[in-house]
């Protein structure tokens, strides 16, 4: 196999992006170093011999922790950035529950506030909005003034299907519209779904957050609006577009009618996936199931945070030119994990992350063929 020290990479990993990115024609180096810095370093250790049997256990060798390779990619224009380093991901790691995850949902499900929502939810003032598969409800402890549920009718967050997925999106989106019809100042909307514990879910019967807003949107994605705007008046072409194609350049990105799909180079946290769409419609909403149905069925993925962002439902004072709409999904881990998976260095600093853009963007490829 030819590695990352020569110019053809057969199999390109997040450790070879530098000499990836160095074997750009001209034209798509610069434009990828325009977006994203890349450094490479290696950490380097001494292991006592009564300690090695355990690492060779753990890792696989002594030589493999000996000399580490770490990745650092730091997006230049929004400030986000990812510590790659594939070790982490064989740390060891207290496991809470023994039990399997369908014997704690079976378990959750004896004493679920969410089976009857229509006596055991309050509504909002503007009434429910039902679908097919979910109906909505008010928040009882909002974050804002306009907050919402979409509650599934399926208890298991894991057990959705695409006609689910789509009816959850067209359920929240009509919540959206009769909410700023009751609140018109209000216009900045987003969906978060938080699927299982591991996400931040306090019920485990699968439910997604709707939420809108007035004013201004919330703050990251107002950093994101002023940064894509410097960008477009800096560098005069749109953000997001190339973005896009920076991704696409390195083999982390692929379109499907109409919905670019990228492996994020600069994930918060493992196994993040951005969807990037001019409007919400069809193709996007499928998508969305697919990605998702993708790290579910692929990547072994069981606890996820999903989010879908809108520029302003009406106008606004304040340029949205060239926003899209964007969703993006990240891997929370095991649920029966002990620790956090994020940590004071995530909150101050920058990502650590485990998994691999390259090998994500491999599984993505072939679940869209």
Not at 206 to 218: F, I, P
Request: net charge neutral.
């Amino acid at each position: 196999m030819i590695g990352c020290e020569t110019m053809v990479i057969t199999n390109p990993n997040i450790t070879c992006l530098e000499e990836i990115v160095e074997s750009l024609p001209v034209k798509e180096k610069g434009l990828f170093c325009r977006i994203y810095s890349v450094t490479t370093t290696e950490g380097e250790l001494r292991t006592p011999q009564s300690m090695q049997p355990w690492v060779r256990q753990q890792f696989g060798s002594v030589e493999a922790v000996t000399r580490q390779k770490i990745v650092k990619v730091t997006n230049m224009v929004t400030h986000e950035g990812a510590l790659f380093n594939r070790l982490r991901n064989l740390r060891p790691i207290e496991v809470k529950d023994e039990n399997t995850l369908d014997a704690q949902l079976l378990e959750a499900s004896k004493k679920n506030p969410f089976s009857y929502p229509e006596e055991n939810t309050p509504e909002d003032s503007f009434g429910r909005v039902v679908g097919k598969h979910c109906v909505t409800a008010s928040n009882i402890a909002k974050y804002d003034g306009l907050h919402g549920l979409v509650i599934f009718n399926e208890f298991d967050p894991l057990r959705f299907s695409r006609e689910q997925v789509i009816d959850y999106i067209d359920v929240a989106w009509e919540w959206a519209k009769r909410a700023q019809a009751n609140q018109p100042q209000a216009k900045y909307f987003l969906f978060v779904w938080n699927c299982l514990w591991r996400s931040g879910a306090s019920i485990y019967h699968g439910h997604a957050q709707v939420m809108l807003t007035s004013g201004r949107h919330y703050a990251k994605i107002e950093g994101l609006r002023q940064a894509a705007l410097s960008y477009k008046q800096n560098y005069g072409s749109y953000y997001f577009n190339d973005l896009f194609h920076v991704h696409r350049s390195v083999g982390c990105a692929l379109e499907k009618e109409g919905v670019k799909i990228l492996a994020s180079l600069t994930p918060f946290r493992d196994n993040e996936v951005v969807l990037i769409c001019d409007e919400l419609n069809l193709s996007l909403k499928e998508k969305i199931y697919e990605v998702l149905a993708c790290l579910r069925d692929r990547l072994g993925v069981t606890s996820f945070n999903l989010s879908l962002v809108t520029p302003p439902l009406s106008q606004s004072k304040e340029s949205w030119e060239g926003f899209p709409v964007i969703v993006r999904v990240l891997d929370r881990g095991d649920p029966k994990i002990r620790a956090s998976d994020v940590g004071g260095v995530e909150i101050y600093a920058s990502s650590v992350v485990s998994s691999d853009p390259f090998k994500i963007a491999r599984q993505l490829k072939q679940c869209f063929d």
